[in-house]
């Protein structure tokens, strides 16, 4: 054979092993990346995964929206609880088939966006409790702020909101997402859709659409350590407006009952955009996830400017910025600082220790620097009413700097704020109902009275006033259809002399809560509306004094408990209160009322105790509510219960009778749910009044 010949062959051979170890060493793209930057809020590194879209490298001047997920409780950034991995993985989890698989990358290639899918555990700063794939657990809740890290010397909450700001100028730098609010979007499943609600409603300005599946109604505690407050997700509607929100629940879902009080608050609360959809899966999961990224697509097409009008609520920080307003809070209380309706013209805020109603905080300052839309070097008026005082307080002319900002201060107490022009004089008109109440409830059938004030926080008089209530719901009529006002100067307030008239002419389980409008006209326009939430409520009739326990800083054996997760009746001791412990409500104590129902929601819990939220304490004369006692259900996915501590002030009259509206729940195991592998975690409301003598 010639040597040439050999040569070839040598020389290809060569080439063909070179070509296969070549292919070998060529690793497979994949349609996302693993990252991993360093958290300044979290002083750790952070991961997250990303799903690019398929023809994100041939289209290198493209740009493309974003979808964050959020995982659940056991889940990362790789993973989720239940998808098909951990059954494959985790057989002992029993399911007889999966669940749905959520294919992001699918998604994300097919549909030109990108996806990515945030961890959601506590920094693993101390040893995991186990690990999945090389990567360790924390030692904490998901998405935890109270025990999120905690040593002899230093503890602080993580604050997700902050992280979630991090992510998205990591994702920005460094991926071809669309730079814009408009182009971005959050949603999440269970404890991650309890945070996608959250979060984006903390970051507004960088998000135009959220979501959730099944989300989680755990006590999600927020703020830094000794200044942590609970915003219920149920209240999470507050800082929504402006933004366009979905729910997606499953039938199946063990947490059922929470999504339909979700569906009722937010569908009824002042959203810009709501939606429901209910997927049929018989479990607790994120289904039906196409339709839920189609509904984020569909808002990435609409470019939403900015809300005219917008809401807010902080829970327990120092400092936040909404919409490029700036706001520094000094007070001792642990509050939430709720912002409403706020525009370029006015704005209500106050900070309550507990929403809904709970006491706003008196002792405290605020400081404000506004976003830049007002005129450089233009003066303006701010006027404001005092919710606490019921007075007006001095004037104040602040001009606008360079960039258009205004700075300014507020003490505590809470404030309609008007923000009025010199060189325009116009009116400001703003409401507000007796105690500052937010939410308000009607027995079936019974006819209330609704009184208000009536104020002008401009700089010019309104003419020809009127209030007009509007509703959706068909059981609730209110009469007048409206109330007229001749007049009212500004800088004046008046006690209207007419009062509406609420009556819900049924109670129904499947629509307890209305949301109704109060337009203000004057001038024969429009200068603002105010919604509140109306609920209705069963006849309550009056429990004997026998089937009330008033825990005073005492303790009681052997008290008929029903447990939930055993479906039986247990005999158990009761501790609460603060006070002298003789079972008497004497001036200066605080009691927790446990009231006796001869049938609660479970067939065998008969003539049991359960604890008591007092729903007219905005009213009562005598008695304080200074906070709110939380506690998780039994055996109800730490789903969220309230008890109102009440307390009777030193300077209380003795000898008194108080009339209390009290709503006692009770709970139960539903196995039997034919929509579900799960067992149904269910409460019902019930309503009681109680005559109790103080002395």
């Not at 995991?128 to 998405?143: D, Q, S, T, V």
């Not at 984006?200 to 659409?209: F, M, R, T």
């Not at 989300?215 to 366009?244: C, D, T, W």
């Not at 004997?544 to 939930?564: A, S």
Request: aromatic share 12%; with cysteine; charged share 20%.
């Amino acid at each position: 054979m010639p040597l040439s010949h050999l040569l070839s062959c040598k020389s290809f051979t060569i080439l063909l092993v070179l070509l296969s170890l070549l292919a070998c060493e060529t690793p497979k793209t994949e349609p996302y990346q693993d990252i991993a930057f360093y958290s300044d809020a979290f002083g750790t590194e952070r991961n997250y995964r990303i799903y690019l879209p398929g023809d994100y490298a041939e289209q290198p001047d493209k740009q493309y929206p974003v979808v964050y997920y959020f995982h659940g409780y056991g889940g990362r950034y790789k993973w989720d609880a239940y998808d098909l991995e951990d059954d494959v993985y985790y057989p002992e989890n029993g399911r007889l088939e999966p669940p749905f698989v959520m294919e992001w990358k699918k998604y994300a290639q097919e549909n030109n966006l990108i996806i990515v899918t945030w961890d959601g555990y506590e920094p693993n700063l101390s040893p995991g409790k186990k690990e999945r794939e090389g990567i360790p657990y924390g030692n904490a809740l998901p998405y935890d702020y109270v025990r999120a890290h905690e040593t002899e010397r230093e503890h602080w909450g993580w604050d997700f909101s902050a992280h979630f700001r991090e992510l998205v100028k990591h994702v920005d730098q460094n991926f071809r997402s669309i730079p814009d609010r408009s182009k971005r979007a959050i949603t999440g499943l269970s404890m991650g859709g309890l945070t996608s609600y959250y979060v984006a409603g903390q970051n507004k300005d960088l998000v135009a659409s959220v979501s959730a599946f099944d989300p989680a109604a755990n006590l999600p505690y927020y703020g830094p350590k000794g200044r942590q407050v609970v915003f219920p997700i149920l209240e999470m509607h507050r800082s929504l407006k402006g933004l366009a929100v979905r729910l997606t629940k499953t039938d199946g879902d063990w947490l059922k009952y929470n999504n339909w009080h979700m569906t009722q608050l937010f569908g009824s609360a002042d959203l810009s955009h709501f939606e429901t959809h209910t997927a049929d899966y018989p479990n607790h999961w994120a289904a039906d996830t196409e339709q839920q990224l189609d509904f984020h697509r569909n808002e990435f097409a609409k470019t939403p400017a900015l809300p005219a009008k917008w809401n807010q609520v902080n829970p327990g920080f120092d400092n936040f910025e909404v919409f490029g307003s700036t706001f520094e809070i000094k007070r001792e209380t642990p509050a939430l600082t709720l912002i409403e309706n706020a525009s370029a013209n006015k704005l209500k805020i106050l900070s309550r220790t507990f929403i809904p109603d709970g006491p706003i905080v008196l002792e405290e300052t605020i400081a404000v620097s506004t976003a830049g839309s007002y005129a450089p070097g233009e003066t303006y008026l701010l006027r404001s009413f005092n919710l606490s005082t019921h007075a007006f307080e001095a004037d104040n002319l602040v001009a606008a700097d360079k960039e258009g900002k205004l700075d300014f201060a507020l003490s505590g107490g809470g404030h309609w704020l008007g923000i009025n022009r010199e060189a325009e004089p116009e009116a400001q008109l703003g409401m507000v109902f007796p105690n500052n109440q937010e939410h308000f409830y009607f027995e079936e059938g019974k006819t209330e009275s609704l009184p208000f004030s009536l104020f002008n926080i401009g700089n010019a008089p309104a003419q020809e006033i009127e209030i007009i209530p509007v509703t959706q719901h068909p059981q609730l009529k209110i009469s007048p259809e409206k109330i007229t006002i001749s007049a009212l100067e500004a800088k004046a307030a008046i006690d209207s002399e007419q009062a509406f008239q609420f009556t819900f002419g049924r109670y129904s389980d499947s629509s307890f809560v209305a949301g109704v409008d109060f337009v203000i006209r004057a001038d024969r326009q429009v200068t603002d509306t105010l919604r509140i939430m109306a609920f209705a409520t069963p006849k309550a009739v009056y429990s004997p004094r026998e089937d009330l326990i008033l825990l005073d800083g005492r303790t009681l054996p052997e008290v008929p408990i029903y447990q939930q997760g055993m479906d039986s009746i247990v005999l158990e001791s009761l501790s609460g209160g603060t006070g002298n412990g003789n079972g008497i409500w004497e001036a200066g104590e605080e009691v927790l009322l446990y009231l006796r129902l001869p049938q609660g929601l479970a067939p065998k819990d008969t003539n049991t105790f359960h604890p008591t939220y007092l729903l007219n304490h905005p009213a009562q004369p005598y008695t304080h509510v200074n906070s709110m006692h939380y506690l998780e259900r039994l055996n109800q996915a730490s789903c969220t219960s309230e008890t109102t501590p009440i307390t009777l002030p030193p300077d209380s009259p003795k000898n008194q009778e108080l009339d209390l509206w009290l709503r006692a729940e009770s709970l139960y195991n539903d196995k039997n749910d034919s929509t579900s592998n799960a067992t149904i975690y269910a409460n019902q409301f019930h309503f009681r009044r109680v005559r109790v003598g103080v002395y």
